[in-house]
């Protein structure tokens, strides 16, 4: 049976899409619950790249650029094919560079501060979605009329929802390193490190982040593969710690949810399949949930939250779909020795690629139809 209701909205996971729902809600008026079964800080494999998009989310969500995440910018870039240096640029738009114990302690910390109910550091012992009812593993039962579930890659709630939380003939799946000390110069971006993936080398306040990551079916031994990449670079890969984590990488979610229960962020298949870009994506999507929930309850209609929450994603799909179309173009292997070779040699396609890159330019952007009609150049073999 149906508890009653002891918030307006539950919140599952608390990571930048969950809080950016919890804030977003909580200061609309609801009374939300934000719920994670790790104790904040806690850390989640990541680059940690934080785009001008991903920036933008922030100040509209948080208030501000969220400094005490600790950020390192950086505006120098390499591309890179394996030994090849494609392209070197010292004027790129900025990346903020963090590390995510630091950037989700400091967007949970801004919810529980603003009001949200901090409900972290528990395991969810029971979880009955059709009724918005979480029981936590200290006894706890939180029930309300609409549930967002921010709960990640492996989501509970869209495995409630739909029997599985990820398709894992599509799913991505990637590798990482951390190496204290100085940081780097830039960023370093080998465009074959991985197959539809590529490999990063990032800067951080006290250190670097190395990885690789691409479509998991299409890359059976990346541990292999990165291993043979770190010792190419130096590194020993016997004497680091290689950890690993699947994500989204154009794995979009046919609908985001069901009735009263969204999916936001990972949970909904929102990361660029060119960039692996998901924190702006996490961000925006989980501020959009919570408006539609916040009108649907309104409404007295909680179950009207998907429809109002599909209304609301169109723009942030169409992004991720015309992504998808182009990463065929960048990552086939066909093609994508020519697209280097472009890239190589054309600044307008360069300039274009760290707009995207940095979250300076959308997908639907004007100017994108101009890159996408250098890539079908380099289709039918014309140079740009
Ligand atoms: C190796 C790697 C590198 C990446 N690099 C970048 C990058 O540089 N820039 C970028 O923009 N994106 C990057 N991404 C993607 C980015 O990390 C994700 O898209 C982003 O974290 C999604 O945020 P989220 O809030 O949806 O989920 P998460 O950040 O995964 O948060 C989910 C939260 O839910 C909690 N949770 C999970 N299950 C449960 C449960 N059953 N009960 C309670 N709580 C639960 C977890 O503890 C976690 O706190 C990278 C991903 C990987 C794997």
């Given at each position: 049976m149906a508890a009653q209701p002891t918030h307006d909205l539950l919140v599952v996971g608390a990571?930048?899409?969950?809080?950016?729902?919890?804030?977003?809600?909580?200061?609309?008026?609801?009374?939300?619950?934000?719920?994670?079964?790790?104790?904040?800080?806690?850390d989640k494999l990541c680059g940690g790249g934080v785009t001008g998009r991903?920036?933008?989310?922030?100040?509209?969500?948080?208030?501000?650029?969220?400094?005490?995440?600790?950020?390192?910018?950086?505006?120098h870039i390499r591309f890179?094919?394996?030994?090849?240096?494609?392209?070197?640029?010292?004027?790129?738009?900025?990346?903020?560079?963090?590390t995510r114990v630091g950037?989700?302690?400091?967007?949970?910390?801004?919810?529980?501060?603003?009001?949200?109910?901090?409900?972290?550091?528990?395991?969810?012992?029971?979880?009955?979605?059709?009724?918005?009812?979480?029981?936590?593993?200290?006894?706890?039962?939180?029930?309300?009329?609409v549930v967002i579930g921010a709960d990640g890659i492996n989501s509970a709630v869209a495995k409630a929802l739909f029997g599985r939380a990820h398709d894992p003939a599509r799913v991505g799946f990637a590798l990482e390193i951390e190496v204290p000390g100085l940081p780097g110069d830039g960023i370093d971006m080998d465009m074959t490190a991985a197959p539809w993936g590529y490999g990063w080398d990032f800067p951080k306040a006290h250190g670097r982040t190395l990885g690789i990551g691409g479509i998991a079916a299409k890359s059976p031994d990346m541990k292999g593969s990165f291993q043979d990449w770190l010792s190419a670079r130096g590194i020993d890969p016997a004497t680091v710690r290689i950890k690993g984590h699947h994500?989204?990488?154009?794995?979009?979610?046919?609908?985001?949810?069901?009735?009263?229960?969204?999916?936001?962020?990972?949970?909904?298949?929102?990361?660029?399949?060119?960039?692996?870009?998901?924190?702006?994506?996490?961000l925006r999507s989980g501020q959009l949930a919570a408006e539609a929930?916040?009108?649907?309850?309104?409404?007295?209609?909680?179950?009207?939250?998907l429809a109002l929450y599909q209304a609301r994603m169109a723009g942030v799909r169409r992004e991720l779909s015309r992504a998808m179309w182009?990463?065929?173009?960048?990552?086939?292997?066909?093609?994508?020795?020519?697209?280097?070779n472009l890239?190589?040699?054309?600044?307008r396609l360069q300039r274009r690629y760290l707009e995207v890159l940095s979250g300076e330019l959308d997908y639907g952007d004007v100017r994108l139809r101009r890159l996408t009609g250098l890539m079908l150049r380099v289709l039918t073999g014309r140079s740009g």
């Open positions: 990571g930048p899409a969950g809080s950016a729902a919890a804030i977003t809600a909580h200061r609309a008026g609801l009374r939300v619950a934000l719920i994670d079964r790790a104790t904040f800080p806690r991903a920036m933008g989310h922030l100040v509209a969500i948080f208030g501000d650029r969220v400094p005490e995440a600790g950020f390192h910018q950086t505006t890179t094919a394996g030994p090849r240096v494609l392209r070197q640029i010292t004027d790129a738009p900025p990346i903020h560079m963090t950037l989700d302690a400091a967007l949970q910390a801004r919810a529980v501060a603003a009001g949200v109910e901090d409900c972290c550091g528990q395991r969810i012992a029971a979880l009955d979605v059709a009724e918005g009812q979480v029981t936590l593993a200290d006894g706890r039962v939180l029930a309300a009329p994500l989204p990488f154009g794995e979009l979610r046919p609908s985001p949810g069901r009735d009263h229960v969204l999916l936001a962020g990972d949970a909904a298949g929102l990361v660029d399949p060119i960039t692996g870009e998901g924190i702006a994506w996490a929930a916040v009108i649907a309850l309104r409404m007295g209609a909680p179950d009207r939250a182009l990463a065929k173009l960048v990552y086939h292997p066909w093609l994508q020795p020519r697209f280097l890239l190589a040699s054309s600044d």
